[in-house]
């Protein structure tokens, strides 16, 4: 069995500071991990994948994510937080069938 | 490009009505295709996914069943809806391959609220 916990259900920080959104990840297997953003009422958008290439994975509009298999987690960063960073996050795991597992989310909020 | 429509966006029905919601997908043959619920603060939850037309497997039972008639034709149904299913629900779609580390594209989402 997988699971995905999100450590943080809500996180705030100020424009221009950093951003760290955790996640540890459970599997069986050897995981594939991604997460996705959601704006309100909008579907599901991916911020970026771990695909076992590179530990260290970029994303779009400047996040990243470092996977760490000894402390299994899958940790979301930005250096600079920007206003339309606002939204939900959420970490998933997949397991060799293809089926994904959410953790329950973290609400990003901006502060001016 | 490969794109995902739900419809409608937003749904008010009464408690014991019939539900029909569609998702269809544009540009790409064979999806996996899924249907997920996000009730209010709370993550998705998997509800049917489907490799084939006519294939659906469930997640979880509930009151709700799916049907994909069409290869890229995906719809969520209930003869006689609850209060517990209101929520956002999500259409998804994937390229089936072996390689486990191929993404979801999700559709924008059906906001359902039962009275």
């Known amino acids: 069995a997988q699971s995905v916990t999100q450590l943080d259900s809500h996180v705030s920080v100020s424009e221009g500071t950093p951003v760290l959104l955790r996640c540890n990840y459970s599997?069986?297997?050897?995981?594939?991990l991604f997460w996705y953003v959601q704006h309100p009422n909008k579907g599901l958008q991916l911020l970026l994948k771990y695909t076992s290439a590179a530990t260290l994975v970029k994303g779009i509009n400047g996040f990243e994510a470092e996977f760490k298999k000894s402390e299994t987690s899958f940790h979301l960063t930005k250096p600079s937080a920007h206003m339309s960073d606002a939204a939900e996050y959420f970490c998933?795991?997949?397991?060799?069938?293809?089926?994904?597992?959410f953790g329950t989310g973290t609400r990003l909020t901006i502060i001016p | 490009s490969q794109t995902i429509h739900q419809w409608p966006a937003t749904l008010v029905q009464p408690v014991g009505s019939p539900l029909s919601l569609e998702c269809t997908v544009e540009?790409?043959?064979?999806?996996?295709l899924y249907w997920y619920r996000q009730a209010a603060g709370r993550g998705l939850q998997l509800l049917f996914y489907?490799?084939?037309?006519?294939?659906i497997s469930s997640e979880v039972p509930q009151n709700l069943s799916a049907s994909r008639p069409q290869d890229r034709q995906f719809i969520l149904s209930s003869k006689k809806l609850l209060l517990s299913d209101s929520g956002f629900y999500l259409c998804a779609w994937k390229v089936p391959r072996e390689n486990m580390y191929n993404e979801q594209f999700f559709g924008p989402g059906t906001r359902l609220t039962v009275l």
């Open positions: 489907s490799v084939g037309i006519g294939q």
């Open positions: 540009g790409t043959s064979n999806p996996n």
């Open positions: 998933v795991v997949s397991d060799i069938w293809e089926k994904l597992t």
């Open positions: 599997s069986s297997y050897s995981p594939s």
